[in-house]
């Protein structure tokens, strides 16, 4: 195991729940518990030091039990060193700790995986859809089981049979 | 907001005319203006709904999403490959760049090799395409604020450039040079001298650019000192590139986790002091200058050799053997319509793009689709910061903010 998530496994031991290392990218995922504790760690502890949040990103599962998962993803700028930080989240209570409070960045990113993700994040100053319009109904649309092209809501549209002259 | 920012209090009373606090009769009342989407300095369609104490910016909301493409639900149905043509509209001021940012990317998640002078040709376009970007930027960022001037001499040149692409890849913005692997073709002796020439033609230019702006006392006024952002909040707001660089911190992939050909070239990377506009502009136009020396050397470097890696269950076959080749045109028909086979696993690539870091999450659950693939936009992430830095500003200053973070919206929106 890598340092760094053996170094979180260490300080959480109950809230730790796996860690990869793979291509050179560190991984550690933790309960949803957790989340806050862990970052408020990663952020502050001398050692760890990831003071730059590089986004927040959001992948969909839904054959899992905890369908959702949140991505970060942090640099520490000083000591040149890179982590994942993972969490899941169930369908029937889809919401995570917002780290807006630990980095300012965090505030449009998660506003973002809200947005495409229908994920939502406690404490968050300001939790609205950010790229789609503010009244849209039709769901999440980086979700799995939205359709591709659309929910067909097209196809409902009359049609003039011919080009009127 | 979880951050409160002292500065828009200050500009509250004037402190030389304090008696106008007590000034009864005047009714105060916060005016709610609308900015956009079709607004010329926005670069794009983007609206921002302004809160305003009479000039003052009080608060600013920008409102997003109007070129939202879904761009990231497109990339999960076609294949690694066919994801290339979709990354030139994301900036699409810089196609090759995110060409680039991509095709690292999945070489990162295939674990590629990819041939050294591939690399060097590779680094070469990129830098012309950052030469590209900054001239863009400077002269609309200039045209912004009223500097008229410096626009047509950065079009100029900048047109140089893009008749340069279209000789290399037929296209003179949306570019989808790059192939995961390598590069579609190598340059031609024309192409090399064309490039040499202008390299010798191009420093005395930024020379001028630089006299036009920093002689117009207009143009410095509006940008010293304005949107200042210190160091410690640019990086908790996850600036990156120049607009991180102004404000002290030289956080710079190219330097940090080098990669390509830029390990094997001397540059620096120019850092600001104060963190305002002016900074961001000076460290953009010492960056040409950093572009032009990268070329040079990466030209003297380059050494003869394949331009793409040889690994034909992912790599294209090149281009004369596939229209001579049964073989070699059907695995080009099959990488493009079925793809190559990824592992499962999930990485980030980061490449430091004109604007800023741009990266590429993508998790792949094996087969020849992405499962998930996210794009770290460094315009979505610095319009994050738009209501910070703007507070307290004055509402001309709200376009000089458009042009110190360098947003494109077809990026920003993906």
């Not at chain 2, 970007?133 to 079009?155: R, S």
């Not at chain 2, 004369?320 to 690539?349: D, H, W």
């Amino acid at each position: 195991m890598h340092q760094l998530a053996q170094r979180v496994q260490d300080t959480f031991p109950a809230g730790f729940v796996s860690s990869t290392e793979w291509r050179g990218d560190v991984s550690v995922t933790v309960t949803r518990e957790t989340l806050h504790e862990v970052a408020q760690f990663l952020h502050d502890d001398p050692g760890m030091d990831f003071d730059y949040i590089v986004h927040v990103s959001s992948v969909d599962w839904p054959d899992d039990e905890e369908r959702f998962e949140v991505v970060w993803e942090f640099y520490a700028i000083r000591k040149r060193q890179r982590i994942r930080l993972k969490t899941r989240a169930p369908e029937s209570d889809c919401i995570v700790d917002s780290l807006t409070d630990i980095w300012k960045g965090a505030d449009f990113m998660e506003r973002e995986v809200y947005d495409m993700m229908g994920i939502r994040f406690r404490n968050h100053p300001d939790l609205r859809r950010i790229l789609m319009p503010d009244d849209y109904t039709e769901g999440y649309p980086l979700r799995k089981d939205f359709p591709l092209r659309g929910k067909g809501w097209r196809d409902t549209f009359d049609f003039l049979d011919e080009v009127p002259r | 907001m979880a951050f409160e920012d002292q500065r828009t209090t200050v500009y509250k009373v004037d402190p030389e005319h304090p008696e106008s606090e007590s000034l009864p009769t005047l009714r105060t009342e916060e005016l709610l203006l609308n900015m956009g989407p079709q607004h010329p300095s926005t670069h794009g369609v983007l609206k921002v709904i302004l809160e305003l104490e009479g000039e003052r910016l009080v608060k600013s909301t920008p409102v997003l999403g109007f070129l939202h493409r879904g761009v990231e639900k497109l990339a999960e149905d076609g294949t690694y490959h066919q994801f290339i043509p979709h990354t030139d509209r994301l900036d699409y001021v810089c196609a090759m760049y995110n060409n680039f940012a991509y095709c690292r990317a999945v070489e990162k998640l295939m674990n590629l090799q990819v041939p050294d002078r591939a690399e060097y040709l590779r680094t070469i376009v990129a830098e012309v395409q950052r030469i590209i970007g900054h001239q863009f930027w400077l002269g609309t960022q200039a045209l912004d604020i009223g500097a008229m001037t410096v626009f047509f001499y950065c079009f100029r040149d900048r047109e140089i450039l893009l008749d340069w692409f279209d000789e290399l890849c037929g296209a003179r913005l949306t570019t989808s040079w790059y192939r995961i692997g390598g590069v579609e073709r190598d340059f031609t002796p024309s192409l090399l001298d064309k490039l040499k020439k202008f390299l010798d033609y191009f420093p005395p230019k930024i020379d001028e650019y630089i006299v036009f702006l920093e002689t117009n006392r207009i143009w410095v006024a509006r940008t010293k000192g304005v949107a200042v952002v210190s160091a410690e909040d640019a990086v908790s707001f996850g600036l990156s590139g120049p607009t991180l660089r102004g404000s002290g911190v030289d956080y710079d992939l190219r330097k940090y986790e080098p990669y390509s050909a830029y390990p094997k070239c001397e540059f620096s990377v120019p850092v600001g002091k104060n963190g305002d506009t002016y900074d961001r502009y000076w460290i953009r136009v010492m960056e040409l200058y950093e572009s032009v020396k990268i070329i040079r050397q990466c030209l003297e470097q380059m050494q003869d050799g394949p331009i793409m890696a040889d690994v034909p269950s992912v790599t294209l076959p090149p281009k004369e053997r596939v229209f001579t080749n049964l073989e070699s045109m059907i695995q080009q028909f099959k990488l493009f319509s079925q793809g190559f086979n990824a592992p499962p696993g999930e990485i980030y690539c980061g490449t430091e793009a004109h604007k800023g870091e741009l990266g590429f999450h993508i998790v792949s659950t094996g087969g020849g689709k992405p499962y998930r693939l996210k794009i770290r936009s460094p315009s979505f992430i610095h319009m994050g910061a738009f209501d910070y830095m703007s507070r307290g500003y004055m509402i001309a200053d709200a376009i000089t903010l458009f042009g110190t973070y360098d947003i494109v919206m077809g990026e920003c929106d993906r």
